[in-house]
């Protein structure tokens, strides 16, 4: 190796190092459930918890799951950015502070989302393989989150 090409890979590992020690706070609310959560706000069939748990949580909710590559940079700052960003448009934890005109386009957005594949993002299934929708998946969500949107609806 060229005395340059080793300069510039040891230069580029010390920044990877360096990187490592910024570790931001992280999203965890250790109220399990609060009472404004859209599982307390609607009864919502455990199949479709599940699924929303594991496909939409981790960036909709004030919960989080960090797995190990979680605490490697960037992959944190990516996560993040996602984090606060889908937070931002929707957020499961607090889906019953919403005004009800507010909750039915929030689950027609869903609707719209899961049926263009456009959620989960893509460059999350890529490392969270078993967020993956799968048809039968989403069916089941679709369904649901239809009925519920029409209920609403009829409410009001
Ligand atoms: C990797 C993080 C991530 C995951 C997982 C994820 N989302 Fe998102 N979501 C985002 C981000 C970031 C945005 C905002 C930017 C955008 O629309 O692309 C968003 C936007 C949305 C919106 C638009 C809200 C609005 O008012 O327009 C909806 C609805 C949504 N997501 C639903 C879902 C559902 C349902 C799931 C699970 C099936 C899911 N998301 C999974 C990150 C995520």
Known sequence: MSSIIKKIALSGSAIFLLMQLYQPERNIDYVRVSPMHFFKTFSVP????????????????NNTNYPWYSYVQPV????????????????????????????????DRMI???????????????IHRNAILTNENKALLLKWIEKKSDSILANN
């Not at 990516?78 to 931002?88: A, C, R, V």
């Not at 719209?112 to 890529?126: F, G, V």
């Open 46 to 61: 455990a199949k479709v918890q599940d699924v929303l748990q594991t496909s939409c949580f981790d960036c909709h909710s």
């Open 76 to 107: 944190r700052m990516l996560m993040d950015s996602h984090i606060n960003e889908g937070k931002e448009n929707l957020n499961f934890s607090e889906f019953g502070t919403y005004s009800k005109r507010k909750q039915r386009s929030k689950l």
């Open 112 to 126: 719209k989302q899961i049926k263009s594949d456009e959620m989960p993002l893509a460059s999350y299934t890529m």
